[in-house]
């Protein structure tokens, strides 16, 4: 569904991103992961066509980026990072806003936005304004709106970025519901467990450069499936483990105590670039 080949951005002689090789198939969720700086977001603004690339070829459904912007813009949705709806409209005027700008015909637009409303559960909220909203539902309504066209691919950049877990999770079983109907959907995340959880497969981003790329399963047990941490005093350490044997093993070498737990995908970030997530 997109396919990337040697991507580069450069801001005066800084390069955020650093000759970028991905593919990411058709109904498929698919994470983008870094740190800060890692240009995470800049492949995201690319591809959506708000900064343009230095270098390199993109194709999104068989479009080429820039030659068919227009098609592309017409066959995607993006839900960014700041909320960016109309806060003196309400939820249902935020959608019909949106779907004239699509020329979506008016009884289908209304149809589409009284779907999409029950879809994000805001149904009881359609004729309230925004500015009465929680953060969790102006984020629902911003994927709604994003779907209200149809989209073939739905772009989310850091999605549940200041939301509480409970309505984060509710905001996982949306996307999962969505990619589950046949959307494929990129996105980036600060939440290694968000991308454990959503992804089949995530891309590791350090200064620019792809450094790692596979599901989150075969990550993890590239690093070792099991994680020995103990303390020496000052410092937390750790060892992986192919086995639960072997780390069991090595831990009873160990004087301090222990603890033997299954590898996530934090793990894999922190060893491949030396820092944790920063939300």
């Not at 569904?1 to 801001?11: E, N, P």
Request: aromatic share 6%; net charge neutral.
């Amino acid at each position: 569904m997109i396919v990337i080949d040697g991507l580069v951005k450069r801001f005066d002689d800084r390069t955020v991103i650093d000759h970028l090789n991905l593919q990411i198939n058709k109904g498929e969720t698919f994470g983008l992961l870094g740190p800060n700086g890692a240009g995470k977001t800049t492949t995201i603004r690319i591809l959506t066509m708000l900064t343009k690339a230095t270098a390199g070829q993109i194709k999104i459904a068989g479009l080429n980026l820039p030659v068919d912007e227009q098609k592309i813009k017409a066959i995607i949705g993006v839900v960014p990072q700041f909320f960016n709806l109309d806060s003196d409209l309400t939820a249902r005027e935020n959608l019909d806003l949106h779907g004239r700008l699509h020329h979506i015909p008016k009884d289908e637009r209304n149809r589409r936005i009284t779907e999409l409303l029950k879809y994000v559960e805001l149904s009881d909220r359609e004729n309230d304004r925004v500015n009465t909203f929680s953060g969790g539902m102006k984020r629902r309504l911003m994927i709604a709106r994003a779907l209200l066209h149809r989209p073939q691919v739905l772009f989310l950049d850091e999605p549940t970025v200041g939301l509480d877990p409970q309505v984060r999770r509710r905001l996982w079983d949306l996307i999962r519901r969505m990619n589950e109907e046949g959307l494929t959907v990129l996105l980036t995340t600060h939440y290694i467990e968000e991308a454990q959880h959503l992804c089949k497969r995530v891309a590791i981003l350090e200064k620019g450069k792809l450094i790692a790329l596979d599901s989150p399963a075969a990550l993890c047990q590239g690093l070792g499936e099991y994680v020995v941490e103990w303390s020496d005093g000052e410092n937390t350490e750790s060892r992986f483990f192919a086995n639960r044997n072997e780390a069991a093993q090595f831990a009873a070498t160990l004087t301090s105590t222990a603890t033997i737990r299954l590898s996530n995908l934090e793990d894999v970030f922190v060893e491949l670039t030396g820092r944790k997530v920063v939300g």
